[in-house]
């Protein structure tokens, strides 16, 4: 197929150079896969149940996905070395940021409670699956959870194993280490708005976008393939962390977009899970924000126990499901949203966030065939369909 040459994927930011005879994409998977390979079977030899705990980790890492934070930060690294440079030192690198996005991943769907991921069950429903057909004692989602953390913290570890295998100066543990802190720190403060929405606005939720995503998927992996040429440039830092940052923002507004109102079976996920529970993503606290107050009233019921805070009623309104707002709520809720205008509001963030991105790139010293494919991944990212 086209899209399996180098030239076919040259439009979807894959390099020419570098990876042959291979797309960086395939030379990662394999890189992936002969790693996950070894790990399997050392788990294996210990128990059989371990293989099987090994295995299943592989599979959700090779569950699909964009492979951006590798793509990211091989421009990063390109945009320093040129395109002479031999791609294969620094591979064991680029891979483990994919072995760590899985740990985020993962860990994410358990505390989201979500049931699929890229158009599959997630690692917790895939453990409660396991549990049940086993005829194991106990409760199966319990088990699903606890099995679904330790596969999170074994791809975690696993990262770190894979990125002690490049050629690597000190300077890359540290940007990595720095973009750990930062996405964890950003998990939390997602978790925090979840049971404190009264707190939140839309500054806040920008805040989290920038450290639970903008740092992990695009500015620190950017900046983490410049650590890796060994070169200090203070001025190419400074560009991709700008750049870094106000795309990532940009790629998280369009999340909470496609949250909301994508195609389940174009984003992999279940349209509305951020309004089911409630999540105070951007674009809820700007719907908030425009609302009538009588939209307002709707859009801060608390989907634990449908109490209106914002017209002192103290009453409810909805009767609510166990596990949040129902499906007729999420519809209702959606259709606000979009009547307060934040969606469109939404997208002209998402325009300037790109705009900026794009002009910290200008007069970056860097190669430019990589300036030239981080501003074409810069609209591709932000853009994609719903």
Same mark, same amino acid.
């Given at each position: 197929m086209a899209n399996d040459t180098l030239e076919g994927n040259r439009h979807r930011g894959i390099p020419r150079q570098g990876a042959s005879p291979h797309t960086l994409i395939d030379a990662i998977q394999?890189?992936?896969?002969?790693? +996950?390979?070894?790990?399997?079977?050392?788990?294996?030899?210990?128990?059989?149940a371990l293989g099987r705990f090994a295995r299943t980790a592989r599979d959700l890492v090779h569950a699909g996905g964009?492979?951006?934070?590798?793509?990211?930060?091989?421009?990063?690294?390109?945009?320093?070395?040129?395109?002479?440079?031999?791609?294969?030192?620094?591979?064991?690198?680029?891979?483990?940021?994919?072995?760590?996005?899985?740990f985020a991943l993962i860990h994410d769907d358990v505390m989201d409670e979500s049931d699929t991921r890229r158009?599959?069950?997630?690692?917790?429903?895939?453990?409660?699956?396991?549990?049940?057909?086993?005829?194991?004692?106990?409760?199966?989602?319990?088990?699903?959870?606890?099995?679904?953390?330790?596969?999170?913290? +074994?791809?975690?570890?696993?990262?770190?194993?894979? +990125?002690?295998?490049?050629?690597?100066?000190?300077?890359?543990?540290a940007c990595y280490d720095r973009m750990r802190v930062e996405a964890i720190a950003g998990q939390y403060l997602d978790i925090l708005g979840e049971n404190q929405p009264g707190a939140w606005s839309v500054d806040r939720a920008l805040l989290v976008a920038r450290h639970k995503t903008a740092s992990y998927t695009i500015q620190r992996p950017l900046q983490l393939g410049l650590a890796l040429t060994g070169?200090?440039?203070?001025?190419?830092?400074?560009?991709?962390?700008?750049?870094?940052?106000?795309?990532?923002?940009?790629?998280?507004?369009?999340?909470?977009?496609?949250?909301?109102?994508?195609?389940?079976?174009?984003t992999g996920k279940p349209a509305g899970d951020d309004l089911r529970t409630g999540k105070p993503t951007a674009l809820l606290m700007l719907a908030r924000k425009l609302a009538t107050p009588a939209q307002r009233a709707e859009l801060t019921l608390d989907p634990a126990g449908a109490v209106n805070p914002a017209d002192g009623s103290g009453g409810s309104t909805y009767a609510l499901t166990e596990g949040g707002f129902s499906q007729?709520?999420?519809?209702?809720?959606?259709?606000?949203?979009?009547?307060?205008?934040?969606?469109?509001?939404?997208?002209?963030?998402?325009?300037?966030?790109?705009?900026?991105?794009?002009?910290a790139l200008a007069q970056?010293?860097?190669?430019e065939e990589a300036r030239a494919a981080l501003i074409e991944l810069a609209v591709r990212v932000t853009h994609r369909p719903a």
């Open positions: 394999g890189t992936l896969a002969d790693f +996950l390979a070894a790990q399997i079977g050392s788990l294996d030899s210990i128990d059989p964009k492979r951006l934070r590798p793509v990211f930060a091989y421009w990063g690294w390109r945009g320093s070395t040129g395109p002479g440079a031999p791609v294969e030192p620094v591979l064991p690198a680029f891979a483990a940021l994919e072995l760590m996005h899985t158009g599959r069950p997630t690692a917790h429903r895939i453990f409660a699956g396991q549990h049940e057909n086993d005829g194991s004692i106990g409760d199966p989602e319990r088990f699903g959870s606890s099995a679904a953390i330790l596969i999170g913290d +074994l791809c975690l570890v696993w990262a770190d194993q894979l +990125l002690a295998r490049s050629e690597a100066p000190p300077t890359v543990r070169v200090v440039q203070p001025e190419t830092e400074q560009a991709y962390g700008s750049y870094g940052l106000a795309v990532g923002e940009a790629f998280q507004l369009r999340d909470d977009l496609l949250g909301v109102y994508g195609d389940p079976a174009v007729a709520q999420i519809e209702r809720r959606a259709g606000i949203i979009a009547e307060t205008g934040a969606p469109a509001r939404l997208e002209a963030m998402i325009q300037e966030r790109v705009a900026d991105g794009v002009a970056a010293p860097i190669h």
